[in-house]
């Protein structure tokens, strides 16, 4: 009895045994066949065109294509008051930021001398490290509810507002392509640039 049971056990082991070397040489033929796939198709080239839309004209481009750079290249034309930026945010700005860009429900811009709370929140005035990024913030997403709907006379405007309402620039400066990259934020020292080596390294 007890032979006929081992004999079991050693049938039912070589049996296991075949069954898994199959499984895995089928599995390694399914790797291969995948990897060969890949090589032939990330090998091919990519269609010129795919057959939807068209080339955008180059006045939809250009409407498109905004960015500023932290050095001030992409700046437009015109000009920016902070006395003509005041009466902008009161109209458009204020249900959001807050009177004066402090206490809004969307967060203040403005730094508060006087704070309820002793949180620091942060403002324009203590995080914000580049003055032209604030032209380039403002005109692609404000305000809220009309994105892109400010001219860039009223988007400098409303730059050298807040930069005065942060104490940053005086209130008679006059903001445009050429004043406003030259504008130093107190946070911008804060900004340190990652020069590690010995690994990937950021450029």
Not at 13 to 24: E, P, R, Y
Not at 150 to 160: M, P, R
Not at 170 to 183: F, G, S
Request: proline fraction near 5%; hydrophobic fraction near 35%.
């Amino acid at each position: 009895m007890e032979i006929h049971y081992y004999k079991y056990k050693l049938l039912t082991l070589i049996g296991f045994g075949i069954a898994l070397s199959a499984f895995q040489s089928t599995n390694h033929s399914v790797e291969s066949n995948t990897l060969v796939y890949q090589s032939k198709k990330d090998s091919s080239e990519t269609p010129q065109h795919f057959g939807w839309g068209r080339t955008p004209t180059k006045a939809e481009i250009e409407r498109l294509d905004i960015d500023v750079r932290p050095d001030g290249k992409g700046l437009p034309a015109g000009v920016g008051l902070a006395s003509k930026g005041k009466v902008i945010f009161e109209t458009k700005c204020v249900a959001c930021h807050g009177v004066g860009g402090i206490g809004g429900a969307n967060g203040s811009l403005v730094i508060n001398k006087n704070p309820s709370d002793k949180k620091k929140e942060k403002t324009i005035g203590n995080y914000w490290p580049f003055a032209t990024t604030i032209f380039d913030y403002v005109r692609r997403a404000m305000p809220f509810n009309a994105p892109g709907s400010l001219t860039n006379e009223e988007v400098y405007h409303l730059t050298a507002y807040l930069l005065n309402a942060n104490e940053i620039i005086d209130e008679k400066y006059v903001i445009n392509a050429q004043t406003l990259p030259k504008v130093i934020m107190p946070a911008q020292k804060l900004y340190v640039p990652d020069d590690r080596k010995g690994g990937a390294e950021i450029k």
